[in-house]
Protein backbone atom coordinates (compact mmCIF):
# COMPACT_ATOMS: atom_id res chain seq x y z
CA UNK A 1 0.00 0.00 0.00
CA UNK A 2 1.04 3.61 -0.64
CA UNK A 3 0.60 6.02 1.55
CA UNK A 4 0.36 9.60 0.08
CA UNK A 5 1.22 12.66 2.52
CA UNK A 6 -1.73 15.22 2.63
CA UNK A 7 -3.95 14.26 -0.15
CA UNK A 8 -7.10 14.71 1.63
CA UNK A 9 -5.84 18.39 2.71
CA UNK A 10 -5.90 19.23 -0.62
CA UNK A 11 -8.23 23.18 -0.75
CA UNK A 12 -7.42 23.74 -4.70
CA UNK A 13 -5.48 24.49 -7.74
CA UNK A 14 -3.25 27.15 -8.55
CA UNK A 15 -4.41 29.84 -11.18
CA UNK A 16 -1.45 29.90 -13.04
CA UNK A 17 -0.44 26.07 -12.76
CA UNK A 18 -4.28 26.14 -14.74
CA UNK A 19 -3.02 28.44 -17.39
CA UNK A 20 0.22 26.81 -17.85
CA UNK A 21 -1.64 23.59 -18.14
CA UNK A 22 -4.26 25.32 -20.88
CA UNK A 23 -0.94 26.37 -22.86
CA UNK A 24 0.96 23.61 -22.62
CA UNK A 25 -1.95 21.37 -24.27
CA UNK A 26 -2.65 23.74 -26.99
CA UNK A 27 1.27 23.77 -28.39
CA UNK A 28 0.72 20.21 -27.77
CA UNK A 29 -2.82 19.89 -29.74
CA UNK A 30 -3.78 18.02 -31.88
CA UNK A 31 -1.86 15.79 -29.65
CA UNK A 32 -2.64 15.09 -26.44
CA UNK A 33 -1.09 16.62 -23.19
CA UNK A 34 -0.05 14.76 -19.78
CA UNK A 35 0.93 15.56 -16.72
CA UNK A 36 1.04 14.57 -12.79
CA UNK A 37 -0.11 16.92 -10.51
CA UNK A 38 1.64 17.80 -7.18
CA UNK A 39 0.12 19.62 -4.04
CA UNK A 40 1.76 22.32 -2.32
CA UNK A 41 0.40 23.54 1.24
CA UNK A 42 -2.84 22.17 0.41
CA UNK A 43 -2.97 23.28 -3.30
CA UNK A 44 -2.17 21.79 -6.32
CA UNK A 45 0.26 24.02 -7.70
CA UNK A 46 3.25 22.18 -9.72
CA UNK A 47 3.03 19.26 -12.42
CA UNK A 48 5.30 16.88 -12.97
CA UNK A 49 5.90 16.17 -16.81
CA UNK A 50 5.27 12.69 -18.09
CA UNK A 51 8.35 12.06 -20.45
CA UNK A 52 7.73 11.58 -23.90
CA UNK A 53 4.35 11.41 -23.77
CA UNK A 54 3.11 10.60 -27.55
CA UNK A 55 -0.05 11.36 -29.29
CA UNK A 56 -2.07 8.11 -28.61
CA UNK A 57 -3.75 8.29 -25.08
CA UNK A 58 -2.39 4.57 -24.12
CA UNK A 59 1.10 5.46 -24.76
CA UNK A 60 0.76 8.36 -21.97
CA UNK A 61 -0.75 6.05 -19.31
CA UNK A 62 2.20 3.58 -19.98
CA UNK A 63 4.67 6.33 -19.15
CA UNK A 64 2.66 7.25 -15.88
CA UNK A 65 3.24 4.17 -14.65
CA UNK A 66 6.85 4.27 -15.04
CA UNK A 67 7.53 7.20 -13.19
CA UNK A 68 8.83 6.78 -9.15
CA UNK A 69 6.51 6.97 -6.30
CA UNK A 70 6.55 10.46 -5.37
CA UNK A 71 4.01 11.51 -2.13
CA UNK A 72 3.47 14.84 -3.12
CA UNK A 73 1.31 13.49 -6.19
CA UNK A 74 -2.21 14.23 -6.02
CA UNK A 75 -3.22 13.15 -9.08
CA UNK A 76 -3.13 13.91 -12.83
CA UNK A 77 -4.24 16.21 -16.30
CA UNK A 78 -4.85 15.07 -19.16
CA UNK A 79 -6.02 17.17 -22.46
CA UNK A 80 -8.39 15.56 -24.94
CA UNK A 81 -8.23 17.56 -28.48
CA UNK A 82 -11.95 17.22 -29.12
CA UNK A 83 -14.37 19.02 -27.15
CA UNK A 84 -15.23 16.44 -24.68
CA UNK A 85 -14.53 16.38 -21.07
CA UNK A 86 -15.85 12.50 -20.61
CA UNK A 87 -13.61 10.37 -19.43
CA UNK A 88 -12.67 6.94 -21.54
CA UNK A 89 -12.73 3.78 -19.98
CA UNK A 90 -8.62 4.09 -19.91
CA UNK A 91 -8.87 6.94 -18.20
CA UNK A 92 -10.92 5.70 -15.19
CA UNK A 93 -8.33 3.05 -15.27
CA UNK A 94 -5.88 5.42 -15.07
CA UNK A 95 -7.48 7.31 -12.53
CA UNK A 96 -7.51 5.34 -9.62
CA UNK A 97 -3.80 4.06 -9.91
CA UNK A 98 -2.54 8.19 -9.73
CA UNK A 99 -4.54 9.49 -6.87
CA UNK A 100 -7.94 11.59 -5.99
CA UNK A 101 -7.33 14.58 -8.34
CA UNK A 102 -8.04 13.96 -11.80
CA UNK A 103 -8.11 16.65 -14.21
CA UNK A 104 -9.15 16.62 -18.02
CA UNK A 105 -8.84 19.79 -20.24
CA UNK A 106 -10.32 19.53 -23.67
CA UNK A 107 -10.13 21.69 -26.58
CA UNK A 108 -10.55 24.94 -27.23
CA UNK A 109 -8.44 24.62 -23.73
CA UNK A 110 -10.22 27.82 -22.14
CA UNK A 111 -10.10 28.55 -18.83
CA UNK A 112 -13.81 26.73 -18.06
CA UNK A 113 -12.41 23.96 -20.58
CA UNK A 114 -11.72 21.23 -17.69
CA UNK A 115 -13.05 19.64 -15.35
CA UNK A 116 -11.72 17.08 -12.41
CA UNK A 117 -12.76 13.78 -11.42
CA UNK A 118 -11.89 11.09 -8.01
CA UNK A 119 -11.13 7.57 -9.02
CA UNK A 120 -14.24 6.87 -9.26
CA UNK A 121 -15.28 9.05 -12.17
CA UNK A 122 -17.23 11.43 -10.37
CA UNK A 123 -16.61 15.06 -10.41
CA UNK A 124 -15.39 16.50 -8.22
CA UNK A 125 -15.10 20.41 -7.11
CA UNK A 126 -11.33 22.54 -7.58
CA UNK A 127 -11.76 25.89 -6.73
CA UNK A 128 -8.91 27.65 -8.34
CA UNK A 129 -7.04 29.87 -5.81
CA UNK A 130 -5.23 32.67 -7.18
CA UNK A 131 -1.16 32.66 -6.28
CA UNK A 132 -0.58 34.98 -3.37
CA UNK A 133 2.95 36.31 -4.48
CA UNK A 134 1.98 37.10 -7.70
CA UNK A 135 0.30 40.61 -6.65
CA UNK A 136 -2.44 40.80 -9.58
ZN1 LIG B 1 -8.73 10.91 -21.74
Known amino acids: MIRVTGKRDV ?23 AALLRAENGVISEMLLVPGTAS ?10 MLPID ?27 KGIYNIIVAYPYTENDWVCYNPKG ?15
Do not use: C, W
Open 56 to 65: DENSAIMMFH
Open 11 to 33: TGISRDLLKFIMEASKSSHPHEF
Open 71 to 97: RSIVGSVHSHPVHDLRYSDADLEMFGS
Open 122 to 136: EKVTLPVVDDPQEGH
